[in-house]
């Protein structure tokens, strides 16, 4: 996967936020402790520093969504984070975005804490991220 598919992938999932731009997947790309699963359908980013792992964004092309691609993406880059010896895994999503909840819920991620007023939608109005947790066993 390259940076340009990342973006237009990110683009096209990220509709009502600011999407990330090539330059700033291959920018993350060069850090040592960034990983990418999945392929142009669908992809997940990640860091694991020490035993910890961070969901940076994950995305599904909307034309084929609801195929269980980010099911599996969450899968891979759990395997992945586990290999490169991380315990636990978090994430941030925002308190809009249901559909990621369950998708994260479902994985068996739980709620751990809250940034109030986090993401920036484009209308300027500004919506709370809840943080999420799970143990990599």
């Known amino acids: 996967m390259t940076p340009e598919i990342l973006a237009k992938t ?3 999932a990220f509709t ?3 999407a990330w731009a ?3 997947f291959e920018d993350l790309l060069s850090n040592r402790f960034i990983h990418a699963v999945g392929n142009a359908k669908s992809f997940a980013l990640f860091q694991v520093i020490g035993d910890e ?3 940076l964004t994950i995305a599904t092309h909307p034309n084929f ?3 269980g ?3 599996a993406c969450m899968q891979e880059w759990h395997s992945k984070s586990k ?3 991380a315990t636990r895994a978090f994430l941030d999503v925002a308190a809009d975005n249901l559909p990621a909840i369950a998708l994260y819920e479902n994985s068996g991620y739980r709620a751990c804490g ?3 007023a986090y993401y920036l939608r484009e209308n300027n109005q500004k919506i709370d991220a809840i943080v999420m947790e799970i143990a990599l066993n």
């Open 10 to 12: 990110h683009a096209a």
């Open 16 to 18: 009502q936020s600011r």
């Open 22 to 24: 090539a330059v700033e």
């Open 53 to 55: 792992a961070e969901l």
């Open 65 to 67: 969504q609801r195929q």
């Open 69 to 71: 691609l980010a099911r």
């Open 83 to 85: 290999f490169l010896g």
């Open 114 to 116: 809250l940034r109030k």
